[in-house]
């Protein structure tokens, strides 16, 4: 009777206690709020492999998995999301600290591609929106909303292409153009062989024909002479 009117006694004073400890972790900011971060949108503009095929992209911060993006498959689409995908979450954001994050794509015979790599940090959202656009690569949205920072209704990070040409694309065209004179080298190598045996022979046939009407000549010259 006793154990019992005990066990009564501490449940209810326990449950004060955990009331009171979760009404002061609500107080403290960052302490309940989760800032997991979801793809709104992406719009791919280049894809880096050197053959057409869909593209295999995929976000990662530094130090995590890759997140792959199984709905983009083709370049110069918008993609839209809910944020309910079975991928999404992309991530997680401290509140004072900012994360090494990028979009890149997947390649199985060398080092993967990068779009981007960018510092992401909490403040960079406004009204829980993030918009990260590098030129000639891909314009990305990004939804958090227990992050929250600047001013403005909107912000946005621009990344402008210096015009540069990237190392992939020069080493493609110098293979290229290294096969094509390969090519060109062997058609010409096997032109100039059969043109030199087409003149052998034609030279063989005429020194043949010369010997031969000489050796006419002088058997005609023989039997001249036992005539007379």
């Not at 009404?23 to 793809?39: D, Q």
Request: with cysteine; proline share 4%; hydrophobic share 35%.
């Amino acid at each position: 009777m006793r154990r019992n009117q005990f066990l009564r006694c501490a449940s209810s004073s326990t449950y004060p206690l955990f009331l009171l400890s979760f009404i002061l972790l609500s107080s403290i900011p960052g302490s309940i709020s989760s800032r997991e971060v979801t793809l709104g949108s992406i719009e791919i503009f280049n894809a880096h492999e050197w053959w057409p095929s869909k593209p295999i992209v995929y976000f990662s911060c530094k130090g995590e998995n890759k997140t792959f993006l199984p709905d983009v498959k083709t370049t110069n689409f918008l993609y839209s999301f809910k944020g309910q995908e079975s991928w999404q979450p992309l991530t997680e954001l401290p509140e004072k600290k900012c994360k090494r994050c990028g979009i890149y794509e997947s390649d199985t015979f060398k080092s993967d591609d990068v779009f981007d790599e960018w510092e992401m940090c909490s403040d960079d959202f406004v009204e829980g929106k993030y918009i990260h656009f590098k030129e000639k690569e891909f314009n990305a949205t990004f939804i958090c909303s227990d992050c929250g920072g600047g001013s403005g209704s909107q912000n946005s990070t621009i990344v402008e292409d210096k015009g540069e040409p990237s190392k992939k694309k020069t080493i493609a065209i110098v293979v290229v153009v290294s096969v094509l004179a390969s090519i060109v080298t062997v058609l010409a190598a096997v032109f100039v062989y059969k043109y030199w045996q087409r003149r052998r022979r034609e030279r063989d046939q005429l020194r043949f024909l010369k010997l031969f009407e000489e050796t006419d000549e002088i058997e005609d010259e023989i039997a001249l002479g036992h005539v007379i």
